[in-house]
């Protein structure tokens, strides 16, 4: 199960939420993992309202 949370720590050169969809695409799509869990919610200035949403779309 990817984690956000991971994703984050993992990637500390992402400085904002557009970086994170985009390295979040690329590590949904390169591993076989079929779940991913929102434990933070990202906390990056331009984080949108419907942030969930947009990397929920981006995992599949």
Not at 32 to 37: L, P
């Amino acid at each position: 199960m990817l984690l956000i949370s991971e994703i984050m720590i993992g990637n500390p050169q992402i400085d904002n939420f557009e970086e994170l969809v985009v390295t979040f695409r690329a590590i949904a799509k390169s591993s076989d993992e079929r779940f991913f869990r929102m434990d933070v919610k990202p906390d990056y200035q331009d984080v949108p309202d419907n942030w969930e949403d947009r990397l929920e779309a981006a995992f599949y």
